[in-house]
């Protein structure tokens, strides 16, 4: 007991060197913030689209659908199947992972063209067309394959040939 009256002193000192730590801590500066340069993954686009889906519910993932593409005047896509919009994002990813992450795909057709066959799914709003014509033949094959295949078993892909050159992606039965 006969160095007690140390105690207070050290105590006192290891209180000090604490204040001074914390004032240290607080002084740092704030981290500067360098973006990376942007890599485009299209898997972890797909990610995040996948994601977003949810808490977006329908009209959000709708609004999606019409913000990543452009829409030829005239196209009708109000009264869209919700399963439509998620096909629809699909689809632009295939776009994405094709063409890169700036391309912006346009949609030529919904439920508005008077040409289409009488029984097509353009009228029960469970079909809609994509611009492909002005693409290389490469990147439209690339683009059908990977659609075909992404969304086997839930929609029919259609690369529809000739003049009114397009893709026609459609919602089965
Ligand atoms: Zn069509």
Same mark, same amino acid.
């Given at each position: ?11 006192? &000192? ?7 730590f ?8 704030? #981290?500067h913030?360098? #973006?990376?340069?942007?890599? &485009? ?5 797909l ?7 949810? #808490?977006?519910?329908? +009209?959000?993932?709708?609004r ?8 030829? #005047?005239?196209?009708y896509?109000?009264?869209l ?13 295939v &776009? ?8 912006v ?17 353009h ?5 809609i067309? &994509?611009?492909?014509?002005?693409l ?18 839930r ?7 000739? +003049? ?6 459609e919602?089965?039965?």
């Amino acid at each position: 007991m006969k160095y007690l009256y140390l105690l207070a002193p050290i105590l006192a &000192f290891f209180a000090i060197l604490a204040v001074y730590f914390l004032i240290q801590t607080n002084r740092r500066p704030v #981290p500067h913030y360098e #973006p990376e340069e942007f890599v &485009f993954d299209a898997e972890e686009y797909l990610r995040q689209l996948q994601r977003e889906h949810k #808490p977006l519910g329908k +009209s959000g993932v709708h609004r999606l659908l019409l913000k990543r593409t452009r829409q030829k #005047p005239g196209v009708y896509l109000e009264s869209l199947e919700p399963v439509m919009d998620s096909i629809g994002l699909e689809i632009v990813n295939v &776009f994405h992972s094709v063409m890169g992450f700036d391309y912006v795909p346009v949609i030529t057709s919904g439920n508005d063209w008077p040409y289409h066959a009488r029984m097509s799914k353009h009228y029960q709003n469970k079909a809609i067309d &994509f611009r492909i014509k002005f693409l290389l033949n490469e990147e439209k094959k690339s683009i059908v394959e990977l659609a075909t295949k992404k969304l086997e078993g839930r929609a029919r892909v259609i690369w529809e040939k000739g +003049s009114m050159e397009h893709l026609h992606v459609e919602l089965l039965d």
